[in-house]
C-alpha cells in the first residue's frame, strides 16, 4: 500500500452503514478501506454466576445480538464489495497494529461519550497524531452533541429534561435530509500478518455451555432495525397517538413501545435517522403528541441523559456524585440474589426479572416497578448492584442510560417522590387481571387461579395442591412483607434526605454507617 492509500474505520457501536458520517469520510479518496471490529475482552464475561460486584459484562442475549449485528455488518458490506474485518484482544493494542501493518493514513471512528471510550480515544488520538495519521470521530451516535449542549448551559449539564429540551433546540443536522445509503466503498486491502477473523459463533466466544429455552424475538442488525423501524413508522396513527407512560408493561406478544431500544444502543439504527423519519410522520397527521410523552420525546429523554452523564463525573456511582443523594443502602447479598433470581416471591417482580433473563428486554415501566422494589420500595439494596444486573443482561444496555434511570428509580436523583412506591401486587394486576404474563415467563404459576395469581401464598392450601404449586416449596413465600418493608423504606429515605439537606449534600461514608 502506496502513502495516503489506505484508511480504517473502526466500528464499535454504529454498527450500520446508514447515516455512518465516520464510514462516509474513511470511505472518500483512498485507495484501501479496512473495516474493523474488535471483539474486546473487557466485555466478555460467559459465566452466569459472575456477578461479583463491578462485574457488568455482558451476558449470553447481548453477546448473541452483538454477532448477529456484526454478521448483518459484515453481509451489508459485502454488497458494497468490501467486508467486515474481525479482530480480538486489548482494543488500542490491536488497533496500533493494523495502523502500522496497513500503513493508514486515515482512522475513522464514532465518537463515544462513555468513559471507557474517553479513555481509550484519548490513546488512540496521541498515537495517530505522533505517527501523523489524520483523525476523523464525529458525533453520530445521539441526535446532540453533548458537550455542546454542556457548553449552552454554561458548562454544566441541564439536570431536568424541560431545561434540555429548551436549551437543545432543533439539531443542527435536522434542516436538510441526511445521507442515509452509501453507493461504494473501495476495497479492502492486502490484510498481512494482521489475525482476521470470519464474525465469532457465540461458542467460539465461550458463551456456548448456557442453556436457553427462551430468547428475545430481537434479531440483531441494521437489516432487521430498518424492518422494525419501518414496520413501527408505517402506522402513522400509532406515532402519532404515541404517548409514555400510557402503555401496557406486561404485553409481551405485541410490546406496547417501538423494542428499537437494543438496535439504538449497538447503533444498528441510527438515532438522527429514526427522529428524521418521525419528523416526516408528524408532518403528514393533523395532530400529534409531543415530548416527553411522544415518539421524539422519547429520543430526547435518551440525549438528555448522555448529556448528564457526559457531564457528571462519577455519574455511575453514588459516593463522590454531585448529583446523587447520599443514601444508607444495605449491602444484603441474600436479598439482592433472589431478586437477581427472580425468587422474592412477588410473581409479578419475579416475571419482570424471568423477561429480563430470557429477553433482556422488559417495558419501561416492568423496569421500573423492579428497579423501585430493589431500591427504594421494598429491600432498599444498592442502586448499584441493580445497575450491575441489568447492565449484564439488558440486550439494550446502555451506561448513560441505564445509571440514568436507575438514579431516577432509586430517587437519588431527577426525581425525589419517594412516597410514590409501586405495589408488587397491584401495579401489574391493573394491566394484566388474568396474569398472562407471569404465567407465560413463570410457568409453575400456570395453573393457579387468577384471583391468586399476584398473591399465591394467600392461596388455600387445597388452592395451591390443585396448582401443583405449593407456596414455600414450589414457589417462594414473598421474601419481606410489602407493606411493613415499604413504610421502613419510607422512613430510611425521609431520614436521608434530611441529612443530605442538612449536609448541603457532603455526607460522608461514616455519616451514612449511623443511619443503616
Ligand atoms: P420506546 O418507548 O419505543 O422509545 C424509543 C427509544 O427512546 C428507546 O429505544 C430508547 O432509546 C429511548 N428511550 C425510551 N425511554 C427512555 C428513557 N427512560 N431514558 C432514555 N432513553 C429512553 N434503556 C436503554 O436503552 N438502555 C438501558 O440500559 C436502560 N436501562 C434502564 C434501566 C431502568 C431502571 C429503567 C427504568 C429504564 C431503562 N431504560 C434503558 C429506558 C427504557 O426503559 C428503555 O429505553 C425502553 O423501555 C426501551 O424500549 P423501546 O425501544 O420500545 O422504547
Redesign the pocket.
Known sequence: SGSGSSSLMWFRKGLRIHDNPALERAAQSTKFLYPVFIIDPHYMEPDPNAFSPGSTRAGLNRIRFLLQSLADLDSNLRKLGSRLLVLKGEPSQVLFRCLKEWDVKKLCFEYDTEPYYQALDIKVKDYASIAGIEVFSPVSHTLFNPADVIQKNGGRPPLSYQSFVKLAGQPSWASSPLSVTISSVPPVGDVGGCEISEVPTIKELGYGDIEQDEFSPFRGGESEALKRLKE?INNKEWVAA?E?PK?DPSAFLK???????????FGCLS?RY?YQCLQDVYRNVKRHTSPPVS?VG??L??D??YTVAFGTPNFDRMMGNRICKQIPWNDNNELLVAWRDARTGYPWIDAVMIQLHKWG????LA??S??CFLTRGDLFVHWEK??DV??RL?I???????N???L??SCSSFFYQYNRIYSPVSFGKKYDPNGDYIKHFLPILKDMPKEYIYEPWTAPLSVQTKAKCIIGKDYPKPVVPHDSASKESRRKMAEAYSLNQKLNGKVSEEDLKKLR
Open positions: 413501527s404515541f409514555k402503555g410490546p406496547a413501545t417501538t423494542t428499537l431500544s437494543p438496535y439504538l444502543k438515532s429514526f415518539l422519547q429520543l429523554w435518551r438528555f441523559f428486554w422488559m417495558h419501561h423496569r421500573h423492579v428497579a441493580g445497575r441489568f447492565e439488558l439494550d444496555s446502555d451506561w448513560a442510560i441505564n440514568g434511570n436507575w431516577w428509580l
